[in-house]
């Protein structure tokens, strides 16, 4: 239980000391935060779901900011691949659990914050008592089931949550579970299946990208704290940076919300992977895919020898063709969203084996031509990155 | 033609796979209903993605009309016109 740290929230508010004065001047001379506001930042306590792509930016605003206290709520170690946009970790914290990476890095900025870990996942039996007591959530999770996880415990627990995604080049911030406002369910009311949003190991994700929508993410939480501005309430931010366009639409309080609608029929956590059906997409492995005819990379090359060589189809893009393909086997390139230009063409009396990075994209393409028709079409198992690993080590994985 | 009379339906990144990479469509069409049918209609593989089979728009994706989720467009008040934006705004978990 983290009864001890309500009670600790629940103090008498600890004044400024003459050297946060000078640490916090820049802040401090804002009319619309001052000794108190600062005061107020020091007495208060954010819970960032995540210390990844989003959570990074976000805690070390939120530490440089003042925050009194910060937990960390995260079940996974650094890894290289991380970096590129996980600024709050660095090259030496490789294979060191991301909340122990997240503190020493906080303690570096601003010593004075006192810092919380939970190096674990969040899960339904843990949340509440993690959640519990904090008085801003920043939800920077990378995954549906905890995102609906940390919505219906924010909802129960009466804590308002700054909501932050990421896709490619596109972001969206909200605020959820404020007094009167909507929460993540009124806007999103089923997860998506599990082979409908590819993760960002799949697709990618562009490092800066996070570093913009955490930073909103920080400025809200702050704004939540100090209780001033408009914040995100009733509204999601849409952030395109190819274009630089941020726009916004309008959210509403759905009454018939299941968790936090007129008659409620959510009134305890729930088995949110089950919920979401397995619609997990971590930043660090692809989602479960949908389930087709497979065939393995050793099994391919046997029948590449053989006379019975099928057809093969690389459903990646252009860029990805340029890193590694199997075009010496007379693979075509036909990128996953052009597939239906090539129906019409197609034999479906044709043994076609289709790939992609890792499997996922190919096996949506195997299951699209499925309906429609061609049952002859086989997703290679593990994609082009298990066919360098196991065939032809002198093509590079990415 | 110009571009410039018609509706702009913007595509989110995680479907543009299902658009051939386009960001942007632009359709001739007087109301809401008018333009989710013309998508159906010319992009079926984006069509498939946003859809039930009962025609609704899945639960993980919300169209907006000029800032307003359809849902709560009033019945008389699904006009849309030329400059109207319809932004597609799926869930996304990237964190």
Redesign the interface.
């Known amino acids: 239980m983290r009864s001890g740290e309500m009670n600790e929230n629940e103090r008498e508010p600890v004044a400024l000391t003459p050297e946060e004065t000078l640490r916090y001047h820049r802040q401090i001379i804002l009319p619309q935060v001052g000794p108190r506001g600062q005061e107020r930042l020091k007495n208060a306590s954010v819970l960032l779901v ?1 210390v ?4 990074s930016p976000a805690a070390l605003y939120l530490a440089a900011a003042g925050i009194g206290r910060l937990g960390v709520v995260d079940g996974d170690v650094v890894e290289l691949s991380n970096l590129q946009r996980q600024v709050l970790h660095d090259t030496p914290s490789v294979g060191r659990s991301k909340t122990e990476s997240a503190h020493r890095r906080i303690a570096r900025i601003n010593p004075d914050v006192e810092v919380q870990e939970y190096p674990v996942r969040l899960t339904s039996d843990n949340a509440l008592n993690t959640l519990e007591g904090w008085d801003v959530v920043v ?6 089931p905890t ?1 609906y996880l940390v919505n219906d415990a924010c909802v129960l627990l009466g804590i308002p949550f700054v909501y ?7 972001g ?1 911030a909200s605020v959820f579970a404020a007094p009167g406002g909507p929460c993540y369910r009124c ?6 299946p599990p082979d ?5 190991a799949e ?1 990618g ?1 562009l490092g800066v990208l ?1 570093g913009l929508l955490g930073t909103i993410q920080a400025t809200e939480a702050i704004k939540l704290v100090l209780g001033i501005g408009d914040p995100l309430v009733g509204r ?1 931010l ?1 952030v395109d940076t ?1 274009t630089m366009e941020f ?6 309080r759905d009454p018939d919300c299941v968790v936090c609608g007129e008659a409620p029929s959510i009134t305890s956590l729930i088995d949110y992977e089950e919920f979401c059906g397995g ?1 997990t ?1 971590p ?1 660090a492995a692809p989602p479960e895919r949908p389930q087709v005819a497979e065939i393995d990379v050793e099994e391919l090359r046997a029948r590449l020898g053989s006379g019975r060589a099928p057809m093969i189809l690389d459903v990646r893009e252009n860029h990805e063709w340029r890193i590694s393909n199997l075009g010496p086997y007379g693979a075509r390139l036909l ?6 230009e090539i129906l019409d063409d197609l034999d479906p009396d044709v043994d076609l084996v289709i790939y992609c990075r890792t499997g996922h ?1 190919s096996a949506i393409a195997v299951k ?1 031509l499925a309906s429609v028709g061609f049952d002859r079409a086989l997703n290679l198992r593990g994609g082009i990155n298990e066919w360098a690993r196991r065939i032809d080590p002198s093509l590079p994985t990415y | 033609m110009s571009d410039r009379g018609l509706v702009t339906v913007r595509v ?3 479907l ?6 386009r ?1 942007q469509l632009h359709l001739d069409a007087g109301t809401v209903d008018a333009v989710l049918e013309q998508i159906r209609r010319t992009e ?2 984006l069509a498939g ?1 946003l859809f039930e089979d009962d025609g609704s728009v ?3 994706i ?1 169209v ?1 009309v000029d ?3 359809i849902r ?1 467009l009033e019945a008389g008040r699904r006009e849309v016109g030329p400059g109207s934006v319809v ?1 597609i ?7």
């Not at chain 1, 990844?52 to 959570?55: D, I, M, V």
């Not at chain 1, 939800?139 to 549906?144: A, E, I, M, R, Y």
């Not at chain 1, 726009?247 to 509403?252: A, F, N, P």
């Not at chain 1, 990128?335 to 239906?340: A, D, H, N, S, V």
């Open positions: 995540g990844g792509g989003l959570g939800d920077g999770s990378d995954n549906f995102r932050g995604a990421i896709f490619r080049f596109e969206q806007l999103f009311r089923d997860p998506p409908a949003v590819p993760s960002c697709a994700v996070p999601l849409l190819l726009r916004e639409v309008e959210l509403r619609a997409t930043l990128p996953l969203g052009r597939l239906q994209r699209q | 989110p990144e995680p543009r796979d299902f658009t051939g990479g960001g079926p593989l993605r899945r639960g993980f919300n907006f800032g307003t989720e709560h932004a705004v799926p869930s996304v978990a990237g964190g």
